[in-house]
C-alpha cells in the first residue's frame, strides 16, 4: 500500500502550528523539507525569514526575506519582516527602502512611518526623518515619542525654534519626556545652555505649539 502524500499546504500548516507552541526548531526542519521537495513557496521562505531573525541569524533571515519578496513583492508583513532583518543586519539603506515601499503601499501604518523616520535619521537624510515623523503625528496627534524624535531632528538641523516648540509639545503631552528632552539640549548643537532645570521645564510649559 503506497504512503499518503504529504502535500506543501499540509506542511507549511504544521509548521506554523509548531511557530505557534513555541517549537521553532521543528518548524524551520519543516520548512527546510518543503524547500528541498517543493518548488518555492513566499509563506514558506517568509517563515524560515521569520525562525532565522528569531534565533538572530539576520543574513539568513534578510536573504530568505528577500526570496519571498521576489516571489510576493507586496506582501507587507514580509515587507516588515525584511526591513526588520536589514536593519538587524546593518543594512540600514535597505531597511528604509522596505520601510519606504511598506508606507507607500499601508500610509496609515503610523508605527511604520515612526520605523522609516528612525531609519532616515541614522542615515542622516534629517529632512526626509522629519517628514516621516510629520506623518506620524498626522496619524496620531499627540504622540509624544514621535515629537522628541522631531525635536531631535530638527536641532540636529540647525532648527532650534522650530526643535523647542516640538520639545514643548512633547512634555506638555508627557511629562515623563523630560528627562530624554534635558539631555537633548544638553549637547552642543542645541545652542542652549541651561543651569536649572526648573527653568528649562518653565521654557518648555511657555513654547508655542
Do not use: K
Not at 521562505?45 to 507586496?74: E, K, M, N
Not at 531609519?119 to 506623518?135: K, P, S, V
Not at 512634555?171 to 542645541?190: M, N
Request: proline share 4%.
Amino acid at each position: 500500500m503506497s504512503r499518503p502524500t504529504v502535500t506543501l499546504e499540509a506542511l507549511l500548516a504544521l509548521a506554523i502550528r509548531h511557530v505557534n507552541a513555541g517549537q521553532a526548531e521543528q518548524a524551520r526542519l519543516l520548512c527546510e523539507h518543503a524547500v528541498q521537495h517543493f518548488p518555492a513557496h513566499p509563506a514558506v521562505l517568509q517563515l524560515l525569514a521569520l525562525l532565522a531573525l528569531q534565533q538572530g541569524q539576520t543574513g539568513a533571515a534578510l536573504r530568505q526575506a528577500q526570496a519571498s519578496l521576489a516571489l510576493r513583492p507586496d506582501h507587507l508583513p514580509t515587507l516588515q519582516l525584511a526591513g526588520n532583518a536589514a536593519a538587524a543586519a546593518g543594512e540600514t539603506a535597505l531597511a528604509a527602502t522596505c520601510l519606504e515601499r511598506l508606507v507607500e503601499l499601508q500610509p496609515a501604518q503610523a508605527d511604520a512611518w515612526f520605523q522609516l523616520a528612525l531609519l532616515r535619521q541614522d542615515l542622516r537624510q534629517l529632512r526626509e526623518a522629519a517628514a516621516a515623523l510629520a506623518e506620524v503625528l498626522r496619524l496620531q496627534p499627540g504622540r509624544a515619542d514621535a515629537e522628541v524624535n522631531l525635536a531631535i531632528v530638527l536641532q540636529d538641523d540647525g532648527q532650534i525654534d522650530a526643535a523647542l516648540r516640538a520639545y514643548g509639545r512633547a512634555y506638555r503631552s508627557r511629562a515623563d519626556t523630560f528627562g530624554r528632552i534635558a539631555h537633548a539640549l544638553a549637547t552642543p548643537s542645541s545652542g542652549r545652555l541651561y543651569l536649572q532645570l526648573e527653568e528649562l521645564r518653565a521654557d518648555l510649559l511657555a513654547m508655542p505649539a
